[in-house]
């Protein structure tokens, strides 16, 4: 494989002769696309790619995957489901889609290590403690990327003129920007359906900006996933039905999260200890995780309840509900807020409970 081209493809360093600002108007798509990215590189993301808005293949996929009952309660993907399909339902005018990509890894130990007996970053009472998504650590993305994202576009219309559109989205608009990320060079879809970079991993949050530009596109990456099953294989509930394919009902995620059901079902018991917040044993394991670099920003380090709090702390935390509440504020734990954490906790403990019936 020609590691200096998925160099090129995955967008982690470019170079474009002279101010990509000026001359202040669009020049030609290649030239173009080379500006676009380098503005956003400017702006501190890490990865930076231009594709075509679709729709693509890959779209009609959300369709399938709600026809089986895939998607759970989460009813704002059915409503929007046509526009995900197609983004030129969302933004007529666009052509050209810039995706960009931040890093959030962090130089703390992942999940899988942290009750690992073996491993030197375990923690001694590591049976005490709940898990929180890496994602979830910091401030939340969407304010991070989107504030990154507004002064990319104020730069953009200063490079290419007034006669020209952009759009911004961080993880909030009917777009799907993993399918998007990929048709820009920013990796493959993997088997856990995740964005994998060559060079970066999957330690990345995603913001989309649609524009009028006609870009030339970054190219694809190729899939590289081989015949690793590492993700699958790890998946305490059997959320993979297939490579490729996610149930996202069986998810730790989206039980811990995404959910609106207050009663855990009876076949998805065992595995959801002890998250509390999210799940990333699939990323942990990816092999292209192994030297995935590190995040610049401190915004997305270990916050309120940190990486792994202990038990007795997230309870003593959740017993002041509006404080809590306000505590969570501009993180990504508020999305669930104190209710859901709640919620998780009286699960683990129903999960504990029948466990200790067992016995």
Not at 271 to 295: E, I, W, Y
């Amino acid at each position: 494989m020609d590691t200096e081209n998925l160099r090129g493809q995955a967008a982690i360093s470019l170079s474009v002769d002279g101010d990509p600002l000026q001359p202040g108007h669009a020049t030609n798509p290649a030239r173009d696309a080379a500006r676009v990215r380098t503005l956003a590189l400017q702006q501190g993301y890490s990865l930076a790619g231009v594709g075509p808005i679709g729709p693509h293949p890959e779209h009609v996929h959300l369709q399938e995957f709600l026809d089986r009952g895939y998607a759970g309660t989460m009813d704002y993907l059915r409503k929007t489901a046509t526009k995900r399909m197609d983004p030129s339902e969302v933004s007529p005018w666009a052509r050209s889609a810039l995706v960009v990509g931040l890093i959030y890894e962090t130089p703390f130990p992942h999940t899988d290590a942290l009750i690992d007996p073996e491993s030197d970053q375990a923690y001694p009472d590591a049976d005490e403690r709940l898990w929180i998504s890496r994602y979830g650590w910091g401030r939340d993305y969407h304010r991070v990327l989107t504030r990154m994202n507004r002064r990319l576009v104020r730069q953009l219309k200063e490079a290419f003129g007034p006669e020209h559109d952009f759009r911004q989205w961080v993880d909030t608009g009917p777009l799907m920007e993993k399918v998007l990320a990929t048709h820009a060079g920013l990796g493959w879809m993997a088997k856990n359906t995740l964005v994998v970079n060559p060079m970066v991993g999957s330690w990345f949050f995603l913001g989309v900006i649609l524009t009028s530009l006609d870009l030339q596109p970054t190219g694809a990456v190729p899939d590289h996933c081989g015949s690793c099953t590492a993700c699958l294989d790890v998946c305490p509930t059997d959320a993979f039905v297939e490579p490729y394919v996610l149930d996202a009902t069986r998810c730790i995620s989206y039980r811990t999260i995404e959910t609106r059901e207050n009663e855990l079902p009876v076949d998805q018991s065992s595995g959801l200890a002890p998250h509390l917040f999210g799940c990333d044993l699939c990323q942990d394991v990816c092999p292209f995780n192994r030297k995935s670099p590190m995040t610049t920003l401190n915004d997305f380090h270990p916050r309120n309840l940190g990486e792994a709090p202990r038990r007795a702390d997230v309870d003593a935390f959740l017993k002041r509900p509006e404080q809590a509440r306000e505590r969570l504020i501009g993180t990504p734990l508020k999305r669930t807020g104190p209710e859901g954490l709640q919620r998780t906790v009286r699960w683990l403990d129903e999960v504990q409970s029948k466990d200790g019936d067992l016995e």
